[in-house]
Antibody, heavy 121, light 107 residues
């Protein structure tokens, strides 16, 4: 059974770069699927940040594209998220998740438990 | 971007009730519509994918229907553990977008 675990700083200063890692166990990222990041500001709904195919193709939300980088490290079975020039509006719970589609997006079937990131000086 | 609009935004119901939540897309998304259940402090859980396919392990009282722009999630007989927030999500085109959520509360 695949398991995902986010890690990274819980507090980031404004204008700095938010960096998170998602460690995957029970499945090799290099085998397949799309892997994504989703966030949820306190008291608000879900926002898709972006996804990466196991072979490296990336897809980003245009609203964040200029600030986001998603990558995979197959040797460590991890995916990472970098979000630059953060502001208070980037304060949210950040989730990593696996999309169960093989060639298309068909729903995120496995999620990490989420990690709260606060942007504040 | 494809806008996803859920209705109602909140709903009060009783155990045993049949509940229907609707989701409308701003343009056709074929059947690329997924439903999630979110409980406080927990990650969302995939219930229904591609509009009507029941995710493995999800009780059969949950069902989904629709195609194009209009979709529904039906809970045939509410159980105490079903009180949560439900989100629809389109995976037809980038950016992937979610509805604003429907909060299901106990009457």
């Amino acid at each position: 059974q695949v398991q995902l675990q986010e890690s990274g700083p819980g507090l980031v200063k404004p204008s700095e770069t938010l960096s998170l890692t998602c460690t995957v166990s029970g499945y090799s990222i290099s085998t397949g699927y799309y892997w994504g990041w989703i966030r949820q500001p306190p008291g608000k709904g879900l926002e898709w940040i972006g996804s990466i195919f196991h072979r490296g193709s990336t897809y980003y939300n245009p609203s964040l594209k200029s600030r986001v980088t998603i990558s995979v490290d197959t040797s460590k079975n991890q995916l990472s998220l970098k979000l630059s020039s953060v502001t208070a509006a980037d304060t949210a719970v950040y989730y990593c998740a696996r999309d169960q589609g093989v060639t298309t997006f068909e729903g995120f079937d496995s999620w990490g438990q989420g990690t709260m990131v606060t942007v504040s000086s | 971007d494809i806008q996803m609009t859920q209705s109602p935004s909140s709903l009060s119901a009783s155990v045993g009730d049949r509940v229907i939540i609707t989701c409308r897309a701003s343009q056709s998304i074929s059947s690329y519509l997924n439903w999630y259940q979110e409980k406080s402090g927990k990650a969302p859980k995939l219930l229904i994918y591609t509009a009507s396919s029941l995710q493995s392990g999800v009780p059969s009282r949950f069902s989904g229907s629709g195609s194009g722009t209009d979709f529904t999630l039906t809970i045939s007989s509410l159980q105490p553990e079903d009180f949560a927030t439900y989100y629809c999500q389109q995976s037809y085109s980038i950016p992937i977008t979610f509805g604003q959520g429907t909060r299901l509360e106990i009457k």
